[in-house]
């Protein structure tokens, strides 16, 4: 679907649809490549396994477009060997968020995470069915300044003209058969078990493996939870206005935020209203152009910088003196600038066909379409995003899933779960909810940290102890207490020294 909707719900990098004529499960020889966009791109091994493309799944999970599947898929490889001469016998695989995003242009971002992982063990890429290089489900995009549409009309044409741009049937590019890819990638590396390393939607496909093949799955790894039993949309405005209502909070509680930007949150709420009633046209420097631009800016423009910005807690040190300013000044244009580099960044970024076809199996069907609906209108991004998200997924069949798909995950394998307090998709009681039927998992919340914990502070080292020990009781987490959020800004200029 075209950016311009998929970013309201996206969770929150290309090719040609290719198969090989070969028998599944061959894999070429690793060779040196690199990997992730230029200039950020890093050194790695790569090599493609062929596989098939619908794995002889259970005839009732079967769809009538599996006459026209082909035999096998190929997919994408990038491994990033260790340090150590002998590596350990149990690599990591790292399942990337989205859904759409791929592992091997994730990579480069993500990295020094793992670090103190790579000491010891090899960290294996592997480009889920339908991103990056392996068999990448784009979407025809539109420009990157239009607006963001609230016309429902417009939004189901779009996912229409998305759907039949598709060369390959795309019931079989969602998560019960990308575990079946995982684990015919894992046989034919000749790995006994995985550390399995989810963010995300990730944490999704990393539980549902850990279903499936909890006989291959050493440890786990679960940042920024996606819950088996809650499907994904209707509570995305509850939790990004919760997230919002915190760093209201937190700069009410700080002397200088306070001071600097008094009434913060009445302030951001008319600005919505403001924006609602009527859109304004917003000079911006294009930054990809070196030059400047026009927008027509509304608050579905508003609403969703915010959310995207909130994801991570660096973006969200800045929001207190943006809405500020735009607020009090009627400056719009820094949002109007992030807005044009959202849009562009997710179009490049998400593979928002393989997105489709996830969203619209495995959580649209799941959704009462009423519920909670007067909570949503009273959040800042409103209900638009589930009546997208529902009129979106009427052009899209319904995929292959597994009947226990959403049942709760019951294991004894170690599980260390990691959230952000502030997080604005994926809130600590995701993961509260996944680890109940975990006999053998630890959470761990960061105070005020939002998407993603595993680059922070030293939840690197504690990653690596983890998957060291398989004991997530045991681990020594004490640094945490010397990780903090960023300090809020007071102006561009940054903090108050």
Known sequence: MPVKFTIGFALL????????????????????????????????ECATLSVSFTHDMAPELLSASSDAAPDTITLSIAKIPARANQPAADPVTLLAGGPGQSATDAWPQIRNAFYPILANRDVYLIDQRGTGDSARMDCPTPPTDT????????????????????????????????????????QALGISQWNLYGVSYGTRVALHYLRRYPQH???????????????IGPEIPLHAQRALNMLFERCENEADCAEAFPELAAKTTALFTSLKNNSRIVK?????????????????????????????????????????????????????????????????????????????????????????????????????????????????????????????????VPVLALSGEADPITPPEYAELAIQS???????INPHQSHTQAPLGCVPSIMSRFIDSADPDGLNVDCLNRLSPPALFIDANGPTP
């Open 438 to 444: 975990l006999s053998n998992a630890r959470h761990i």
């Open 13 to 44: 990098f290309l090719s040609f649809p290719t198969w090989a004529d070969s028998s599944a499960n061959t894999l070429s020889d690793f060779t040196p490549c690199r990997i992730g966009s230029m200039p950020a791109s890093v050194p790695a």
């Open 284 to 412: 911006y420097e294009n930054i990809s152009l070196g030059a400047l631009d026009d927008m027509e800016f509304n608050d579905q423009h508003l609403a969703t910088t915010v959310r995207l910005l909130s994801y991570s807690s660096y973006g969200t040190a800045i929001l207190p003196s943006m809405l500020n300013d735009a607020s009090t000044n009627d400056n719009l244009a820094p949002f109007a600038r992030q807005a044009a580099m959202q849009m562009t960044q997710l179009g490049g970024t998400m593979a928002t066909g393989m997105h489709s076809a996830v969203i619209c199996t495995e959580d649209a069907p799941y959704i009462d379409s009423m519920e909670s609906r007067d909570q949503l209108q009273s959040t800042y991004l409103g209900d638009f995003i589930l009546d997208a998200m529902i009129a979106s997924c009427r052009q899209w069949p319904t995929g292959v899933i597994d009947n226990d798909f959403h049942d709760p995950v019951v294991s004894d």
């Open 217 to 231: 799955s050493r440890s786990v790894v679960i940042d920024a939870v996606v819950a088996p039993q809650k499907p």
């Open 147 to 186: 607006p963001l549409s609230e016309d429902l009309e417009e939004v189901e044409r779009a996912a229409a003209e998305c759907y039949e741009s598709q060369s390959l049937p795309t019931e079989w590019f969602t998560t019960s058969v990308a575990v079946r890819d995982l684990d015919s990638v894992r």
